[in-house]
């Protein structure tokens, strides 16, 4: 089995990429959904990081339930699947089997951060309770506290990074193992992983995986969440957009984005380039021009490339678009009138 993901930044087109890779017959394709249980907050990094490197009595016990209850989320409900859409409930079976392997003991317990997760209401409700109990039947045992969290369950976790490399590589394995047609060895997920710090997320793979890091000009970011998406996720006054963009790409200073395993592309480059790009993308995963027997139907560069230069559309923007220029310029994309293939 071998995994090919793509990682962004936020609005940087990683998704040409799954579409087209999916377009090969020999690729197993989870779509469009993004899959960011390793990457995300209290995820399988986090759970590295407090059970192995910065293990406290708290933290670590603290860090399974916290990638419990994020698992539960993932699970989906009446309103939407998620994960189970594609893994059914191979994916509660594997995760819960995973933070098992991972626990060394159980005890029914709790700390202050089991009342925190439940909101500030129920915190102060037990404090309360408790002021009241101290002024009438419990007065003068100033240290008793009254336990409304009998069933509350804590965990003992402190697995060496061996050990811990090797439940998660075997968790990530056999869940996509499990749901993966026999007869198909490539994977396409997308966003399994962030565009920075790979080198820790690699460890996670016990299967050979493939990282395409994808970024796009700056003006087109700026200009399709602010006047086209409008979702609020990025800043929407250009000054700040400018340090948010800098902020988030500069790990490239000191990282290396194109090694055996990882390769920096422009979402641009995709369309304007289709041919000389698509052609070494290729060649890097290894796969077969001959087994690419939907070019064109999923990702269409001719489609696309509506979504380049759209500043250019939108007049108020213009102001923006300077400031931009500006403060960005090693980040723009230098575009070129070249003739698209037609499918």
């Keep these: 089995m071998r995994f090919i993901t793509c990682a962004s930044y936020y609005g940087t087109g990683s998704s040409a990429v799954t579409d087209y890779v999916s377009e090969f017959n020999s690729v197993y394709s989870f779509t469009n959904e993004e899959f960011r249980f390793i990457q995300d907050p209290d995820g399988i990094s986090d759970l590295e990081f407090n059970l192995v490197e910065c293990f406290n009595r708290h933290n670590s016990g603290h860090a399974l339930k ?22 059914g409930n191979k994916w509660k079976q594997y995760s819960y089997d995973y933070i098992n392997a991972l626990t060394d003991f159980t005890y029914h317990g709790w700390w202050m951060y089991d009342l925190y997760d439940r909101g500030s209401f129920f915190y102060f409700r037990k404090r309360i309770l408790n002021k009241l109990l101290h002024m009438t039947i419990w007065r003068g045992q100033i240290d008793r506290q009254y336990n409304s969290m009998k069933d509350e369950i804590t965990y003992g976790s402190h697995p060496s990074e061996e050990k811990f490399l090797k439940c998660t590589q075997d ?41 395409v ?62 041919e000389d790009t698509t052609s070494r993308l290729r ?45 960005l310029e090693e980040y723009l994309y230098e575009f070129h009138d070249i003739p698209l293939k037609k499918y």
């Design 66 to 87: 916290r990638y419990k209850k994020l698992v539960d989320f993932y699970c989906g409900n009446a309103l939407g699947r998620k994960y189970t859409a594609f893994f």
């Design 213 to 274: 890091v994808v970024d796009r000009d700056p003006r087109d970011v700026f200009v399709l969440d602010k006047y086209v998406w409008k979702d609020g996720i990025l800043p929407n006054d250009v000054e700040t957009f400018c340090k948010w963009f800098k902020y988030t790409r500069a790990h490239r200073k000191e990282e290396n984005l194109n090694t055996n395993n990882i390769r920096f592309i422009r979402f641009e480059d995709l369309i304007y380039k289709y």
């Design 283 to 327: 060649d890097w995963l290894r796969l077969s021009e001959k087994n690419h027997s939907r070019a064109g139907q999923i990702f269409n560069p001719n489609i696309s490339i509506k979504n380049t230069q759209t500043w250019k559309d939108i007049p108020q923007s213009k102001e923006e678009i300077k400031y931009i220029e500006n403060h």
């Design 171 to 211: 968790y990530i394995h056999n869940l996509f193992q499990s749901v993966v047609p026999k007869d198909m060895e490539i994977l396409m997920v997308d966003q399994l992983l962030p565009p920075m710090n790979l080198p820790r997320y690699l460890r996670y793979f016990k299967d050979p995986i493939q990282v």
